[in-house]
């Protein structure tokens, strides 16, 4: 018989609490998360004439994926707040999609994976709300973390 993982962030007693790091080593740490949106053809023909009402989608964008990372311990509970040395948001159309891709990096007692998933979200939320006004249609979908490096758990690959 299997028995479960015990959960990180529940004490003896079940109940929710943030984890101690205290004792962990600092190392250097980075994740990769993505977000796609998909597109109707009336945002897309918006976007390839750079004629959206609301201006410059791509920094919006990144500007808000940016600081949502930055904010990602006030947004998730049970997060850590970290010194993030680097944050990048990568914003690519192919085809109706919009693919967005955040890197996260730190040295630090703990990993990055919610920042980055955090930076890709946001990013996709503001792709919604700058498109909206053509067309409510779109579909945000397949975020997910891509990888990470470092820490106690070491290198993982959504491709592995």
Same mark, same amino acid.
């Given at each position: 018989?299997?028995?479960?993982?015990?959960?990180?962030?529940?004490?003896?007693?079940?109940?929710a609490?943030?984890?101690d790091?205290?004792?962990?080593?600092?190392?250097?740490?980075?994740?990769?998360? *993505?977000?796609?949106?998909?597109?109707?053809?009336?945002?897309?023909?918006?976007?390839?004439?750079?004629?959206?009402?609301?201006?410059?989608?791509?920094?919006?964008?990144?500007?808000?994926?940016? *600081?949502?990372?930055?904010?990602?311990?006030?947004?998730?509970?049970?997060?850590?707040?970290?010194?993030?040395?680097?944050?990048?948001?990568?914003?690519?159309? *192919?085809? *109706?999609?919009?693919?967005?891709?955040?890197?996260?990096?730190?040295?630090?007692?703990?990993?990055?994976?919610?920042?980055?998933?955090?930076?890709?979200?946001?990013?996709?939320?503001?792709?919604?709300?700058?498109?909206?006004?053509?067309?409510?249609?779109?579909?945000?979908?397949?975020?997910?973390?891509?990888?990470?490096?470092?820490?106690?758990?070491?290198?993982?690959?959504?491709?592995?």
């Amino acid at each position: 018989m299997s028995h479960p993982t015990q959960l990180t962030h529940l004490n003896a007693s079940g109940e929710a609490h943030m984890v101690d790091v205290s004792d962990k080593a600092d190392t250097a740490r980075t994740a990769v998360a *993505q977000s796609q949106v998909e597109l109707t053809p009336n945002i897309v023909a918006a976007i390839t004439d750079s004629s959206l009402p609301k201006g410059d989608l791509y920094a919006t964008a990144r500007i808000a994926g940016i *600081q949502a990372a930055k904010k990602c311990s006030d947004l998730i509970p049970l997060c850590h707040p970290l010194p993030l040395s680097k944050i990048t948001l990568d914003i690519e159309l *192919q085809g *109706q999609t919009l693919i967005i891709t955040a890197l996260c990096k730190t040295t630090g007692k703990t990993g990055v994976e919610m920042e980055a998933l955090t930076a890709a979200s946001v990013a996709a939320l503001t792709v919604y709300d700058m498109c909206k006004g053509i067309d409510k249609g779109m579909v945000i979908n397949a975020t997910k973390l891509l990888n990470k490096t470092g820490g106690k758990s070491g290198d993982w690959s959504a491709g592995a």
